[in-house]
């Protein structure tokens, strides 16, 4: 073994940790690796003398990990998440020593990441839950870090974490990351951006149903599209890599490759976890819970093919190229303002989950270190940043004076477009979602009076009144 001492171990060679480890070299720090299989050490030693990173060392196991890491030991675990990290964890405690600490970057529920912290800390070891977001790209070249636990750790580590995170220019810039808060705060906002990412994603796709069988925009069309949208207000990752799958041409055949790849969507769990957890603390997010069922039902393939050709629709007429146009326009502004209520929603789980915790998230700054690195980065989080800096108890991102006005002037052409794809028999899941979400809560009176009145004639479960104090029960009329 080297008897030279690394600033950082990290454990697990897959791509993310690969990246994440050559990130580091490339930032001037030292960094001892380990993996479950050797073949993987010795893969990663070859990139790295051909980068030309000489300040790294491949342990082959636990112990010589351990024993090669300057004190007190840091090291980062980037393996799957579950029980390998609680295998992770069960060989590597009885090496550490009190002030040493681990940091899991996976994607993990934040109850798992408690529960590691609370059997740690006897051992007087830190534990830190670090959400890691950005991709392969990102965890090379820099990526939105969101790192929870004790504040001593995350001080121990800023550093470094300063370093490789994404760099947003300007005066208003820095680095992506930040401390998140105690506890499992770090991987419950990781689950909460996946969960916003959810959304993002789908109304992108939606958009795109849209434009395409409403309004029969070719692949080259949309392509121009939405490389138009990228240099307006809608700028972003998600909306950069759309337009350039568009234009992507199919390796094997004629035509565009999104045209041969099979209709139905995967997903790891992090999206379903945020509805449940909202679920838990009562915050609607109907934008988020839409994309889950979307990817729900895009995977029954079998199931819709079935029912495809059973079910009747509309037979709507083609658009003239006027009416072309004015769709294209107000896609763009239904696409802006349905974005907003899927921030909106997420940003509202945050802070609930933040004061039901005690967790003390800073909102401003979550949105700020989603600008760089991230999947989710966007020009848009500069204008949510610059929201929670005028107010950081804003109660609901629409509230803001700036985010209001902005729905106001986009409210007709998001209308229209969810009217026209229902008449196209296009469905709208989560713009739809958006769109009533932001109408249920405008109104001072709903429905629900009808629910409490059938829930206290079949089961008398009372009700309230509005015009006196009290709880009721009633006979209702024969």
Not at 11 to 33: H, P, W
Not at 362 to 383: D, K, M, V, Y
Request: hydrophobic share 40%.
């Amino acid at each position: 073994m080297s008897e030279t001492r690394y600033d950082v171990g990290l454990i697990g060679l897959a791509v993310m940790g690969e990246n994440l480890a050559l990130n580091m070299l490339e930032k001037g720090f030292s960094v001892a690796v380990h993996n479950r299989t050797s073949d993987r050490i010795d893969a990663f030693l070859n990139r790295a003398q051909r980068e030309g990173f000489g300040q790294t060392y491949g342990a082959r196991t636990a112990e010589e990990l351990v024993a090669s890491l300057k004190r007190p030991r840091r090291i980062i675990m980037m393996v799957k998440a579950g029980q390998p990290v609680d295998d992770t964890i069960r060989r590597l405690q009885p090496l550490l020593e009190p002030g040493d600490m681990i940091v899991d970057g996976g994607n993990e529920h934040f109850t798992n990441t408690e529960r590691r912290a609370r059997e740690l800390l006897p051992h007087g070891i830190h534990y830190l839950g670090m959400g890691v977001s950005g991709g392969e790209e990102g965890a090379r070249h820099g990526p939105s870090l969101m790192p929870g636990g004790p504040r001593e750790a995350f001080d121990s580590l800023a550093e470094v974490l300063r370093k490789i995170s994404a760099q947003v220019d300007g005066t208003d810039g820095g680095p992506c990351v930040t401390y998140i808060g105690p506890g499992g705060a770090g991987h419950y906002v990781k689950m909460v951006h996946n969960g916003i990412e959810y959304g993002d994603m789908q109304l992108i796709a939606e958009t795109y149903d849209i434009l395409r069988r409403v309004g029969g925009l070719s692949n080259a069309e949309l392509s121009e599209v939405f490389t138009a949208w990228n240099q307006s207000e809608l700028q972003s990752f998600l909306i950069e890599i759309t337009a350039r799958i568009f234009r992507t041409p199919d390796p094997d055949g004629n035509g565009e490759l999104i045209d041969k790849v099979l209709d139905t969507s995967g997903m790891k769990g992090t999206g379903k976890w945020t509805v449940l957890d909202a679920i838990e603390l009562g915050v609607p997010i109907p934008v988020i819970a839409s994309a889950v069922d979307a990817r729900v039902l895009s995977s029954q393939k079998a199931a819709r093919f079935a029912t495809s050709g059973k079910l009747a629709g509309p037979t709507p007429q083609p658009l003239s190229a006027e009416a072309r146009r004015q769709l294209i326009d107000d896609a763009r502004a239904a696409l802006y303002a349905s974005k907003a209520c899927s921030y909106a929603q997420g940003l509202q789980l945050l802070q609930v989950a933040s004061q039901t915790r005690g967790w003390n998230l800073p909102l401003g700054e979550i949105a700020a270190i989603w600008r760089g690195g991230c999947i989710i980065r966007a020009q848009f989080l500069s204008r949510i940043k610059a929201a929670f800096d005028r107010d950081a108890q804003l109660a609901n991102l629409l509230l803001d004076p700036s985010f209001a006005e902005e729905l106001k002037g986009r409210q007709t052409a998001w209308r229209r477009v969810i009217g026209l794809a229902a008449e196209h028999g296009v469905p709208t899941l989560a713009m739809a979602g958006a769109l009533s979400y932001y109408d249920t809560i405008r109104q001072n009176r709903l429905p629900a009076s009808l629910i409490q009145c059938q829930r206290d004639l079949f089961g008398a479960h009372t009700y309230e009144r509005t015009d006196k104090p009290g709880t009721f029960h009633s006979e209702w009329a024969k």
